[in-house]
């Protein structure tokens, strides 16, 4: 079996990283409501043509991408947690998992199935350790809050790209910031679950170490 504290508190520090990112672009999108949009117009002025970027714009642009390397290195250490927990259950249970090992990555970008095969590869985890128990609810918690998130256009990243974000804060603010809440409680909600299966899991391993 694999050691999984390390894992656990890199993919924690990276959810926290990624939470201070997300909330940082949602002060943002504050400011460029609170500004207005320039009588220029957006940025993107159509047809192929964007006016140059003003002060407060330019920075948004380095926040976004800042968030956007930010979140890519907490997508790979949370799954590469997800990738340990999931090898240990296997081992502990005795059973293989539900999804195969493409699952993992893939689950997370094929239409359809990304609404319920990340949660049910995380449940598996659990699940086949302990058939006793209920799943702890923060598992929910999580999955909830990220399918809000996506259905608000923000999952990981926007739909839309940057220029037409800036012209969504100046013309619509608050469904960015309601999306920008639920996708920081997400991550919230996750750097709880990854200490709460990561804490379950490790006892059980301890408990069955002085047998091994």
């Known amino acids: 079996m694999r ?7 890199c993919a924690i520090a990276a959810l926290a990283l990624a939470a201070v990112a997300l909330a940082a672009r949602a002060v943002w999108h504050l400011r460029l409501s609170v500004a207005g949009e320039p009588a220029s117009g957006p940025p993107d002025q159509g047809g192929g043509v964007h006016r140059p970027l003003n002060a407060l714009e330019d920075s948004y642009h380095l926040v976004a991408s800042v968030g956007s390397a930010v979140t890519a290195v907490c997508v790979l250490a949370f799954l590469f947690w ?19 090992y493409p699952w993992l990555w893939l689950g997370w970008i094929v239409p359809v199935v990304n609404l319920w095969i990340p949660r049910g590869v995380v ?14 609810a923060v598992v929910n918690w999580w999955w909830g809050l990220w399918l809000a998130g996506l259905a608000g256009g923000v999952g990981i990243i926007y739909a839309d790209d940057t220029d037409e974000v800036i012209a969504r804060a100046y013309s619509e603010v ?5 999306a920008d809440l639920v996708i920081v409680a997400a991550a919230v909600a996750a750097a709880l679950m990854v200490h709460t299966l990561t804490t379950a899991q490790q006892q059980r391993m301890d408990e069955l170490a002085p047998v091994a």
Do not use: C, I, M
């Not at 050691?3 to 508190?9: D, E, K």
């Not at 997800?82 to 195969?100: E, F, I």
């Not at 449940?123 to 702890?136: G, M, T």
């Open 3 to 9: 050691p999984v504290r390390g894992a656990a508190r």
């Open 82 to 100: 997800l990738d340990q927990v999931r090898d240990n259950a296997k081992a502990l249970s005795g059973t293989a998992p539900r999804y195969g």
């Open 123 to 136: 449940a598996d985890v659990h699940r086949s350790v302990f058939p006793e128990r209920r799943l702890p």
């Open 174 to 178: 608050l469904p960015l910031l309601a």
